[in-house]
């Protein structure tokens, strides 16, 4: 399960490469990245006791990404996947892969979703596509951030509103029938008031047997300079995905004999409408007052409605679920800087109404394991959600270079559940409905402490606790089975520590840390005799790792990017699993990204990239390991003078089968097969 030779390799070069930035004169700008997230307000990188990855608005263009893993595979630390329904995806951030509410999912600092209404999809209900920035703060969240910001906190953001007018159409094209139209631009259309849009339309055949989809994404700010001291930012974000669902492919034989086939679901094509479907809108506006010289006061108020369907292919009578939400949410937030202390005071409030219902098309009886289950409404029920947090974080400095910081945040959040149908079993199915009486409610106080030292003006060292927790979904607590109908849950409760690098030269931007995360009250997954998955609390889970990055400006013609990552996650004490390692857990993950402008060319850029991932177990009882794979991509951007620009890519270059996840359970190993080659061209005009 190891591959010692690659981590040898890896810190090899990482040595080299910093021998080689002390070498290297400090002339030229200093490579130094702005980030957002931690404090939602501008900081420089070295400046930020946290491992927070960055990726540009040059790099996303290069990616041109159709899929939200094509955003996130350069940053240290972050794999996301795709599932059987291509918009579908799978996150892990210092954690295995997984769809639990282990991450905060953000666009321009706002959750897109609530957290007592997790959905592992919530990279979907942000406009990726079209994001100017994307930032993933890596491990337990500041003060700012509640229940899910666990083992990470990802921010898409927006385009800013452009200085000079501008405005654009991008039409790209593509393997399988893909095809994308997008309209962008904006101006200062007053000297106090600027607009930006971005909207595009997208659809694909699929590469593979039902996989095609659509997605349409709106993005629309506007920016409006009040006073000197007064400013309003509003954005409205939309956008609506329609996907067919595939299955998984069973055995290696079938993956690498037809990895086309729509898989284990076929059967069943004609029994059900098999999409997933997220519609997603929200209206943001941020007051910023600067209520003195040292004081910033901002305030931000926002509706989001969000709708998630899709039929549930991992049950084999394929019920339909229908989810709804409609929230109201307000974020209060104080910047105070007094010298040596630096205060940070905030509350965040959010209200929630959201349904639910699950619903049975047809008669279903099992040929195997497993319980009938009837044509007919499973589960309907509506939920109320409430949470309130207020929160604090001070900063001292202790010396000119030495800062120690601490913070506090206590949330406060509750359920009111009401069932729309009979308590209790479903006709003689496994299902369970929760009775009316069963509200519960969570507290938590979360603190938080960091230390730093600044051994340069653009490098530092520090040292970081945070304590985080995340709270059981709605889901969890009331779409039941006859095994859980007893149980209650309690929020998982996680401790992350962390010491960490970073530094920035002329030539180099390098990070690096090493963290270790203990989960206490792990939510577990089990199974019983009938296939039916059940969830209680278990004990505790270990995750721990190596995150390095690397950024290089080897020359005016060669840049690199370097992403690596080595983790290990392991139970403790668990029932059933004791202290094993946890399944779809690479130990070794890698980014490498080798950029090349020629001199004789300098409108032309060429990226050669190549993605690893290692080694891992396909069940927690360490059955049977998937051996991972490497793959490569190139990417190309040519923008001569003019308003004109072209662009391609070639993703999978080698054209290789391979899983992009796999698992084992009941005798079966299932294999999500990733695309093959692809090629990918497209053309931009600009007006201005």
Do not use: C
Request: net charge negative; aromatic share 10%; no cysteine.
């Amino acid at each position: 399960m190891k591959r010692t030779s690659i981590s040898l390799a890896i810190l090899t070069a990482i040595y080299g490469h910093t021998a080689f930035a002390e070498s290297m004169g400090e002339s030229g700008s200093v490579m130094n990245t702005v980030t957002v997230t931690a404090t939602r307000v501008e900081q420089i990188n070295t400046d930020v006791a946290a491992n927070i990855g960055v990726k540009d608005q040059d790099e996303i263009e290069l990616d041109a990404p159709i899929l939200q893993r094509e955003l996130f595979s350069s940053i240290a630390g972050v794999r996301v996947t795709q599932t059987g329904s291509t918009i579908g995806h799978k996150t892990s951030i210092r954690m295995p892969e997984n769809t639990a509410a282990y991450y905060l999912f953000l666009q321009d600092g706002i959750p897109v979703q609530s957290p007592g209404f997790f959905n592992h999809n919530g990279l979907a209900y942000t406009n990726y596509s079209s994001s100017g920035t994307t930032e993933v703060l890596k491990g337990t969240g500041t003060a700012l951030y509640g229940s899910d910001s666990v083992a990470g906190t990802i921010n898409v953001l927006s385009k800013d509103v452009p200085e000079k007018e501008v405005y654009s159409v991008k039409v790209e094209a593509g393997s399988d029938g893909f095809k994308r139209l997008t309209a962008s631009g904006g101006s200062q259309i007053q000297p106090d008031t600027g607009v930006a849009v971005d909207a595009s339309h997208a659809d694909s055949d699929g590469w593979r047997d039902h996989t095609a989809h659509t997605r349409d994404e709106l993005t629309f700010k506007h920016v409006y300079d009040v006073d000197d001291r007064n400013e309003l930012n509003t954005t409205f974000s939309f956008n609506k995905s329609v996907a067919e669902m595939a299955g998984s492919l069973i055995g290696l034989a079938q993956l690498n004999s037809n990895p086309t086939y729509v898989g284990d679901v076929e059967s069943s094509l004609s029994l059900v409408d098999m999409k997933r479907k997220f519609d997603f809108l929200r209206l943001g506006t941020e007051w910023r007052h600067d209520y003195s010289d040292d004081t910033q006061i901002s305030t931000i108020g926002y509706l989001r409605n969000t709708r998630n369907r899709y039929t549930t292919t991992w049950e084999n009578n394929l019920p339909q679920n229908d989810s709804k939400e409609k929230s109201l949410g307000i974020m209060l937030k104080a910047d105070i800087d007094k010298g040596d202390f630096r205060y940070i005071t905030g509350l965040d409030v959010e209200y929630t109404q959201a349904s639910k219902e699950y619903v049975q098309l047809f008669n279903y009886t099992p040929s195997g394991w497993g319980s009938s289950v009837a044509a007919g409404s499973i589960y309907d029920y509506d939920v109320d959600f409430y949470s309130i947090a207020p929160y604090a974080r001070v900063e001292h400095d202790i010396t000119r270079k030495l800062q120690l910081a601490g913070g506090l945040r206590y949330d406060a959040s509750g359920f009111d559940y009401t069932n729309n149908l009979a308590d209790g079993q479903y006709a003689a199915s496994s299902y369970s409905r929760a009775a009316d009486n069963n509200d519960p409610d969570f507290r938590h106080l979360s603190p938080k402490l960091d230390l730093s030292y600044k051994l340069d003006e653009n490098e530092l060292i520090y040292v970081r606790y945070a304590n985080g927790f995340r709270i059981p979904s709605a889901s969890r607590l009331y779409s039941l089975t006859t095994d859980n109908i007893a149980f209650t849950l309690d929020p998982e409760k996680t401790d992350s520590y962390e010491v960490g690098y970073k530094i920035a030269t002329a030539q180099h931007e390098i990070g690096g840390s090493i963290y270790h995360m203990t989960i206490k009250d792990t939510i577990v997954r089990r199974e019983n005799g009938n296939g039916d998955r059940y969830y209680v609390n278990g004990d505790s889970s270990v995750h721990k790792g190596v995150e390095l990055s690397l950024l290089s400006r080897i020359s005016e013609q060669f840049k690199s990017k370097l992403a690596y990552s080595y983790s290990k996650h392991h139970y403790k004490n668990d029932t059933s699993y004791g202290d094993n390692e946890q399944a779809a857990a690479p130990n070794h993950t890698m980014n490498l990204r080798l950029t090349y402008t020629p001199k004789q060319l300098n409108k032309l850029t060429a990226m050669l990239e190549w993605e690893h991932v290692g080694e891992y177990w396909m069940d927690d009882s360490h059955t049977v390991s998937y051996e991972g794979y490497d793959v490569g991509h190139l990417k190309l951007s040519y923008k001569p003078e003019g308003d004109l620009s072209l662009f391609a890519k070639i993703n999978n270059l080698t054209d290789k089968i391979y899983a992009e996840s796999a698992s084992y359970s009941y005798g079966k190993e299932k294999y999500t097969p990733a695309a093959p080659r692809q090629l990918f061209v497209g053309l931009e005009y600009k007006f201005k």
